[in-house]
Nanobody, 122 residues
Framework: QVRLVESGGGLVQAGGSLRLSCAAS????????MGWFRRAPGKERDFVAG???????YYADSLKGRFTISRNNAKNTIFLQMNSLKPEDTAVYYC????????????????WGQGTQVTVSS
């Protein structure tokens, strides 16, 4: 069982930055791939970024260069650094976990956090 808790969301002006964190419980965190997803109002849950157990990273094409995912296995935590934020980045951001390899499909993840709200004002 893996429990995930996100933090770091908030209100930021366009062009600003935020760093989201996701703290995971469980002693086998290093064997899990982690992903960040987001759901904007009235939209589906979309893939943002993923990081495999070995550290390989993956990004939604539209977000490459602005968002960076990283992990600290010693602290059972992953991060999402978000720069040059835009109003269209406004969403609830979720972290998720699955074994070994990150994918872009939400249904392939076993565990989910409760989400953290990110609001970007224009």
């Amino acid at each position: 069982q893996v429990r995930l808790v996100e933090s770091g969301g908030g209100l930021v002006q366009a062009g600003g930055s935020l760093r989201l964190s996701c703290a995971a419980s469980g002693r086998t965190f290093s064997s899990y791939a982690m992903g960040w997803f987001r759901r904007a109002p009235g939209k589906e849950r979309d893939f943002v970024a993923g990081i495999s157990w070995g550290g390989n990273t993956y990004y939604a094409d539209s977000l490459k260069g602005r968002f960076t995912i990283s992990r600290n296995n010693a602290k059972n935590t992953i991060f999402l650094q978000m720069n040059s934020l835009k109003p269209e980045d406004t969403a609830v951001y979720y972290c998720a976990a699955r074994r070994y390899t990150a994918t872009q499909t939400p249904s392939e993840y076993e565990y989910w956090g409760q989400g953290t709200q990110v609001t970007v004002s224009s």
